[in-house]
């Protein structure tokens, strides 16, 4: 039996996203900035997943803007925004993904804007009162760029009273929204952020195919030159079929939220009870049992001979899972964002995240490895 629990890394695709993708690899083949027929249904096609975007965010289509994943629009959200708002200062956490994070560093070593940042607890909550300080003391206009979800421990931030902090001092708000889009419903009308995102294949979705939301309330240049695709705002010629899998990942996702959800939170549950059933000097890690991503398990053993290449000895039994950030595996460091919130190095922290097509059965296996891996006869605790 194989088991996979790292869908916070990616997710299979979905048999119907293949379905709607398929007619676009194969005969609706036009580009999209083309006069002729062909060009014009492919192009219909995009306007189409642009307004089904919009439909479940709340939002106008022509602030939907097709990237390709991530970090392109993390980066496009906060170098432009830099430049668009002519901030001087940015605030985020250490606890941000790197595409998040690198790209603030950057924009600091080159006396674009100035790095700074909100202090997390040991639950990897960000400490909205000290968020609130720096918003008062720093000149405005001042950018943001906080995640709502975490990816490595599940922590969510409460994206509302964010934005509202936001507002009153007139700062610029990106929320890194990649791990909770299809997770969390969004209303843009009610939580006023200047830019969220989304990357399909967080949700059953392909990769290389994203978006990111720009309110019409700021104007940004683009961070791409060259056509004039996305209306100026993204040149290349268009990935048609991510778009169209895109756009159908979504509906999926949100059509069946509360079903995928309760299953999902059901899994969770059901995991979190066999762990602390059979493994006493288990810990969790992250804000588990409060504000948390429910597809997101972060779990610290003791670090001792048996839990030492743990997630190696998993693989083996064909039960795949992280220690982090799947884009940060070739890294010989260790998880800045464990590393943040004060897990030391007497833990073996290993991540274990959830979609709607995981099984009990393979929560079951999952335990039963752990179990041989780690045998009762040897205290962890």
């Given at each position: 039996m194989r088991v996979y629990f790292d869908n916070a890394a990616t997710t299979p695709l979905a048999p119907e996203v293949i379905d709607a993708m398929l007619p676009f690899m194969q005969t609706h083949f036009g580009n999209p900035s083309a006069i002729?027929?062909?060009?014009?249904?492919?192009?219909?096609?995009?306007?189409?997943?642009?307004?089904?975007i919009a439909k479940y965010l709340n939002c106008s289509p022509?602030?939907?803007?097709?990237?390709?994943?991530?970090?392109?629009?993390?980066?496009?959200?906060?170098?432009?925004?830099?430049?668009?708002?002519?901030?001087?200062?940015i605030i985020t956490s250490p606890i941000e993904h790197h595409c998040v994070l690198h790209t603030v560093e950057e924009l600091d070593k080159s006396g674009k804007a100035k790095a700074h940042y909100v202090k997390v607890d040991s639950k990897g909550r960000f400490d909205l009162n000290h968020l609130e300080e720096m918003l008062k003391s720093l000149e405005a206009p001042v950018m943001?760029?906080?995640?709502?979800?975490?990816?490595?421990?599940?922590?969510?931030?409460?994206?509302?009273?964010?934005?509202?902090?936001?507002?009153?001092?007139?700062?610029?708000?990106?929320?890194?929204?990649?791990?909770?889009?299809?997770?969390?419903?969004?209303?843009?009308?009610?939580?006023?952020?200047?830019?969220?995102?989304?990357?399909?294949h967080k949700f059953h979705g392909p990769k290389g195919a994203g978006?990111?939301?720009?309110?019409?309330?700021?104007?940004?240049?683009?961070?791409?030159?060259?056509?004039?695709?996305?209306?100026?705002?993204?040149?290349?010629?268009?990935?048609?079929?991510?778009?169209?899998?895109?756009?159908?990942?979504?509906?999926?996702?949100?059509?069946h939220f509360d079903e995928n959800k309760n299953k999902i939170e059901s899994l969770r549950k059901y995991f979190m009870e066999q762990l602390k059933?059979?493994?006493?000097?288990?810990?969790?890690?992250?804000?588990?049992?409060?504000?948390?991503?429910?597809?997101?398990?972060?779990?610290?053993?003791?670090?001792?001979?048996?839990?030492?290449?743990?997630?190696?000895?998993?693989?083996?039994?064909?039960?795949?899972?992280?220690?982090?950030?799947?884009?940060?595996?070739?890294?010989?460091?260790?998880?800045?964002?464990?590393?943040?919130?004060g897990c030391g190095d007497d833990k073996v922290c290993i991540r274990f995240s959830f979609s709607d097509y995981n099984t009990t059965d393979e929560v079951d296996y999952a335990i039963s490895k752990l179990k041989e891996l780690i045998p009762q006869t040897v205290s962890i605790t």
């Open positions: 002729h027929s062909f060009g014009r249904e492919t192009r219909a096609a995009i306007e189409k997943a642009r307004k089904t022509g602030e939907i803007f097709f990237t390709s994943g991530g970090t392109e629009s993390s980066n496009f959200a906060i170098r432009r925004g830099v430049e668009a708002s002519g901030a001087k200062h943001v760029s906080l995640m709502h979800a975490n990816n490595e421990i599940g922590t969510m931030m409460d994206i509302d009273a964010v934005a509202d902090l936001c507002s009153r001092y007139n700062a610029i708000l990106h929320t890194d929204t990649v791990q909770s889009m299809c997770h969390h419903w969004f209303d843009l009308q009610k939580t006023k952020v200047s830019m969220l995102q989304g990357s399909g978006f990111i939301y720009i309110s019409s309330r700021i104007k940004l240049h683009p961070l791409l030159y060259g056509g004039a695709q996305e209306r100026n705002m993204r040149a290349g010629t268009e990935n048609v079929y991510g778009i169209i899998g895109l756009a159908k990942a979504m509906e999926l996702a949100y059509e059933e059979n493994f006493p000097g288990l810990t969790f890690n992250g804000d588990y049992d409060g504000r948390y991503l429910f597809t997101v398990l972060n779990c610290a053993f003791p670090h001792n001979e048996k839990t030492e290449l743990l997630l190696f000895n998993l693989d083996v039994a064909g039960v795949a899972a992280s220690s982090g950030s799947a884009c940060s595996s070739g890294s010989d460091k260790g998880s800045h964002v464990l590393e943040a919130i």
